[in-house]
C-alpha cells in the first residue's frame, strides 16, 4: 500500500489501520476516499469522496455538509482527494503516476478516473477521519492567482483524456449546456478572459492530450456501460445545492 497525506491534515490515530483494513475487506478496491471534516469547522465536511457528472464536471461529495448519519454507511465512490488517499501499489503499477501536466488542480480525479477506466474501484471508509486546513500548504495567493485558469484547462484535459468515445456521443448535449452556462457566468463576473485562455491552451496541447488519450483508451477495461452506471447525474442541482450551503456558512460566521 502507498498512503498519501498532505502537510495540512490532521489525522485521526485510526486513518491509516482503517483504510488498510477497508482494502484488504474488498479486494476488487484499489483505492479509498476517507471522511475529510474541515479544521476550522469540525462540524462541517470538506469530502468523502469525489463525484463526476455527465455534464463533464466533478464535485466534492458532502461538500459543507453537516457531518451525520448521512455519511456513516461505507460505499462505492467515483474517486478520492488524494489530500488523505490509501492506494494498492498495483495500481500505481497498472495505471501510472499522477499527471504532472495537471500540476495542482484535480490531479487526483484524473488518477481516480484512469484507475477506474481499468477496475480499479474506490472505497469510501467513514471510519478513517481527517481534518483538513485547505489552502494551508499552497496559500490563498497561490490559490487564487491562477486557479480558474489551471482548474477549466484541466476540466478539459480530463474529459478528452478519459471518456470513452460512446459517453462523448452520449453526454455531449449536457456538456455543452454545461459549458454554456459555465462561460455566461465567467461573462458577468468579469472571468471570460480567463476562460477563453484556458482552452487556448487546452488547444495549444491537444496534440500530446490526444496521444495521452490513445493509451488510455488502449488499456481500459471496464466498459463505456459500466462506467456510466457510476458516473453522476443533474450537476445543475449540486451546483444550486453548493451555493446554498455556502452562503449559509458565511452566514454562520461571525
Known amino acids: 500500500f502507498i498512503a498519501l497525506l498532505n502537510n495540512d491534515i490532521?489525522?485521526?490515530?485510526?486513518?491509516?489501520?482503517?483504510?488498510i483494513r477497508a482494502l484488504e475487506e474488498h479486494p476488487e478496491a484499489g483505492f479509498t476516499a476517507t471522511r475529510i471534516r474541515l479544521f476550522s469547522m469540525r462540524d462541517r465536511l470538506d469530502t468523502t469522496g469525489d463525484l463526476y457528472f455527465r455534464e463533464g464536471f466533478p464535485a466534492k461529495r458532502g461538500w459543507l455538509h453537516h457531518d451525520g448519519p448521512d455519511f456513516d454507511e461505507p460505499g462505492w465512490v467515483f474517486g478520492s482527494c488524494a489530500a488523505a488517499t490509501v492506494y494498492r501499489r498495483e495500481l500505481f503499477d497498472a495505471v501510472g503516476y499522477f499527471d504532472e501536466d495537471f500540476q495542482a488542480n484535480m490531479e487526483d480525479l484524473d488518477l481516480s478516473f484512469r484507475a477506474q477506466l481499468q477496475g480499479f474501484k474506490c472505497r469510501y471508509v467513514p471510519t478513517a477521519i481527517l481534518y483538513h486546513k485547505m489552502g494551508a500548504t499552497v496559500g490563498t495567493g497561490f490559490a487564487k492567482s491562477g486557479s480558474q485558469l489551471r482548474m477549466h484547462r484541466n476540466l478539459w484535459f480530463l474529459r478528452i483524456k478519459n471518456l470513452p468515445s460512446?459517453?462523448?456521443?452520449?453526454?455531449?448535449?449536457?456538456?455543452?449546456?454545461g459549458e454554456a452556462a459555465v462561460m455566461i457566468r465567467a461573462a458577468m463576473t468579469g472571468r471570460f478572459g480567463?476562460?477563453?485562455?484556458?482552452?487556448?491552451?487546452?488547444?495549444?496541447?491537444l496534440r500530446s492530450i490526444l496521444a495521452k488519450r490513445r493509451d488510455i483508451q488502449s488499456r481500459r477495461t471496464i466498459s463505456a456501460r459500466d462506467l456510466d452506471a457510476i458516473i453522476n447525474r443533474h450537476w445543475f442541482d449540486q451546483r444550486r445545492l453548493e451555493k446554498r450551503l455556502e452562503a449559509e456558512v458565511r452566514l454562520s460566521r461571525p
Open 194 to 205: 480567463v476562460m477563453m485562455r484556458a482552452r487556448v491552451e487546452v488547444l495549444r496541447r
Open 166 to 177: 460512446a459517453l462523448w456521443l452520449r453526454y455531449l448535449p449536457l456538456m455543452i449546456i
Open 10 to 19: 490532521e489525522a485521526d490515530p485510526r486513518w491509516l489501520a482503517e483504510s
